[in-house]
Structures are given as structure tokens and as C-alpha cells.
Nanobody, 126 residues
Framework: QVQLAESGGGLVQTGGSLRLSCTASGRTFNDYTMGWFRQLPGKEREFVAA????????RYADSVKGRFTVSKDTFKKMVYLQMNSLKPEDTAVYYCAAGARLIWSTYDQGSRYGHWGQGTQVTVSS
């Protein structure tokens, strides 16, 4: 049983930084892709970043490129999302997701991820 738990959300001013963490448990993740998604109030969930557990390849949404960095600690089974230069439009609930044997070209499709965390709120004040 795969379990994901996010932490690290909070309130930050425009231009500030936060680091989100995702603790993964329940199995080995060598054949998994880990994703970060966010859901803005009244909108659909959207892709933020993804990282392949094996090899560490990464992808980012255009809106966060150059500001956000996704990384992992294989030994600790942790995935991180370092968010810098935060903007009010980054305000959302952020979710960690895991997808088994994901075709890499589908990394931004939430429907491809079979496991989700409960989410953590990030609020950026102007």
C-alpha cells in the first residue's frame, strides 16, 4: 500500500521561499514517477513538476521553470519541491503523487498517477 504525506506548506510573502516534502512509504519506488500538482481555488488540479525515481530526470510546468526545483532522497524515500521567488498566483493546495511505470511523455497528466497525498496549503501574500 503506497502512502504519501506532504508537509512544509504555509504562509509566505511574495518573493519568499518554501520547501515542500513528500514522504513515500509502502514499497520500493524504483519504477515510479513522482509528481507535484497544485489546485488553485475554483480551478482544476494542474501539473507543477515531476521526477523519475530511477535516474532522476525532471520536468516542470512553464509557470514554475527557473523558480521551482524537484529533487529526491532515495534512501529516505523523500521527494522535495523547493519553491523560490514565490508569487501570489502560486497560492494553492500542493499534492504529491506517485505513478507506477509511467510513460515519461505523460508526466503531466494527473490521471496517470495512482497514488496521492492529502495535500498541503501554500499561501503567498502580496
Amino acid at each position: 500500500q503506497v502512502q504519501l504525506a506532504e508537509s512544509g506548506g504555509g504562509l509566505v510573502q511574495t518573493g519568499g521561499s518554501l520547501r515542500l516534502s513528500c514522504t513515500a512509504s509502502g514499497r520500493t519506488f524504483n519504477d515510479y514517477t513522482m509528481g507535484w500538482f497544485r489546485q488553485l481555488p475554483g480551478k482544476e488540479r494542474e501539473f507543477v513538476a515531476a521526477i523519475r525515481w530511477s535516474g532522476g530526470s525532471t520536468r516542470y510546468a512553464d509557470s514554475v521553470k527557473g523558480r521551482f526545483t524537484v529533487s529526491k532522497d532515495t534512501f529516505k524515500k523523500m521527494v522535495y519541491l523547493q519553491m523560490n521567488s514565490l508569487k501570489p498566483e502560486d497560492t494553492a493546495v500542493y499534492y504529491c503523487a506517485a505513478g507506477a511505470r509511467l510513460i515519461w511523455s505523460t508526466y503531466d497528466q494527473g490521471s496517470r498517477y495512482g497514488h496521492w497525498g492529502q495535500g498541503t496549503q501554500v499561501t503567498v501574500s502580496s
